[in-house]
Every structure is written in C-alpha cells, then in structure tokens.
C-alpha cells in the first residue's frame, strides 16, 4: 500500500534539526537528503510551526535515526525537547490544578501544539485515555513519529502528576523486532500493545483528581486566556473547512454528501467549492473522508450497531463499499477495528 503524503503543519521539523545539530550532524544535508525546503534551516525550534509534506517529516526522522544508529529516534527526541518547546498551551497544561483538567487543556489547545494530528480524552469504566493520530490515516505518522508523540503525552504526565502510574501503552505501528528499550522507556510492569486503531495511554480514572505538582489555579487561568487567544487568532486551514466538515456531518447522516448538495448549502457551486479548498491544500474528498471516518470510529464503538448500519449512516450504499473505505483509512476492517477497542 503507498505511504500516504500531504501537507503536514507541526513543530518538528525545527526540534528534528536541533535535535541533530546537538549529535553533531550535518543539517543542510539531511533537509537536502529528504527533499524539505531551504526555509527549515532557518526556523527556530519550540517557536516555529512548518507546513510541508508529510514523507518530509518522516524522511526526516528516519534519517535521523540511521545515522544515529537509534532504532528508537523518536524517544530519544522526547528525552531531549527543550521545557517550553510547545509554547503558551504547554504552560496552560503545566498550570492546571488537576490531571482531568491537563488533558483536557491539552486536547483543546492540541492544535497549537499539532495542528496536523487529532487528539481525544476519553474515560471509559476505570480507565482514563488520552490518544492521538495523524489526520485522515492513524499510523501516517510511521513509528518514529508515532513513539515521540506518544512519548511526550507520557513525559507530560509524569511531570504533572509522578506518582500515577500508566496501565497501558499502545501503538499503531507494527511491533518492532525488540520491545527492551519499549520497556525500559515506558516501565517494565506497563502492557506494550502494537496494531492498534490509534495510539496513546491509559491510567486508573480514579487518578484524574490527582493534583498536578506545578498546578497554580491563578497562572493557568490567565494563561488560559492568552492560549484562547492565540487559538482564534492562528493562522487555519480556514473557516471554510471548518463550515464544511459541520455541513459535511450532517450530510452524511442524511445520506446525501455529495459536492453539488453540499456546495449548494454553503451558497457555492461546486466548482468554486474546490477551487478554494485546493487554495487551503485540502479537497472535497480529503474533507469528507476524515469526516467519516471520525464518525466511523464513534459508530463502531456502540455495540448496538452492526457494520451494514453503520456503512448506512455513513451514506455507503453497501458494506462493501464502507468496508475498502475503512481499511484505507485505518488499515484495518471495522471489523477488526471494533475488536480492537
């Protein structure tokens, strides 16, 4: 299956190459190597965010990782990210006064942080989650990538609250060849779980009214402002995929997502629909794909719908076409998906 590529908004491609400045290696070659542009040189880490295509990125990490000769790069980035590299909404997450507020916080301001990636607190019977995916593809992000943001989320924690211990880790990437430095990294007595629908962690719901050790009420509710601010103030994708992807929701639950229907409601033709979602890197596809499978995945997770139901509400008129839909999305069937969670 080809590695899906597209324009991917983050921090990393700065702290990737302040990372490999501080090993002593040559960043003009490596930005040369992985085909990212000549303005990644001169971006600064824990301040600048970069648009550029996704194999970028993960050239990048994986380049990185072969000339250290580290099979687990993505980690030893954790180990080194500057305190502060995540900006006003990382100190928002610091200054919360309990653990349910932190993630909370991290979630809402996550795209200050990722913008590219999708992230989601969840509680579920005894058991508190905080995971996160690349848009449109949960494991796009390849492992590298997908073990340093899973990394942070778990660094993130034991900063904020050191005594709560994580009941589980997992992964959507493959298992690699040795789980020690898995191991050694995340705790010999935490369950590694690999193939997964997303990635991320667990712990007890029962921690979530632990208070945060740098928790100051006060701080964090005027840096709360400040984070707010500079979210309504970044620079977007544009309202128009926002209005679309809300229009999109409730086409689809009316089984008629079409272009033409949908550009009708937004006072568009069709043609001026695509138009301007190609001047924002986006398409009407691209849009309504991430759309279903967000509500795939909510769908999937009640028992009391079966896949034909759930392909109805989507607008697939058979489970077949549902089913290629879905495991281009996730690389899994819904099936197997369900399963899993």
Known sequence: MAKPDFDFESRLVPLLLAFARARGLAVEALVAQV???????????????????????????????????????????????PRGSYGVAEFVVRSSPVLSNA????????????????FAFEVQADEARLHHSALTRANALERHLNEYTTGVLVKTLRGLAPGVALKRVWF????????????????????????????????????????????????????????????????????????????????????????????TRLNLSSRTLQRRLSELQSSFQQVLDEVRFDLARAYLTDASLDLSQVAYLLGYSELRAFDRAFRRWAELSPAEWRARR
């Open 172 to 263: 959507c990437t493959e298992r690699p060849a040795s789980l020690e430095r898995l191991v050694a990294w995340f705790g010999a007595g935490v369950e590694l779980v690999f193939e997964q629908a997303d990635s991320g962690f667990a712990v007890a719901s029962t921690a979530l009214d632990t208070p945060v050790s740098s928790g100051d009420p006060a701080l964090n509710a005027y840096l709360d402002e400040h984070a707010a601010a500079a979210l309504a103030s970044r620079p977007r994708q544009g309202d128009l995929i926002d209005t679309l992807r809300a229009t999109l929701r409730e086409a689809v639950r009316a089984g008629e997502p079409s272009i033409e229907r949908v550009a």
């Open 35 to 81: 085909g990212l542009p000549p303005t990644a040189l001169t971006a600064t880490a824990g301040k600048d965010a970069l648009i550029t295509r996704l194999s970028g990125v993960t050239g990048l990490a994986d380049a990185l990782a072969a000339a250290l000769k580290d099979e687990h790069v993505g980690l030893a980035l954790v180990d080194w990210v």
């Open 103 to 118: 993630f909370e916080q991290f979630v809402r301001y996550s795209a200050l942080m990722a913008p590219s990636q999708r």
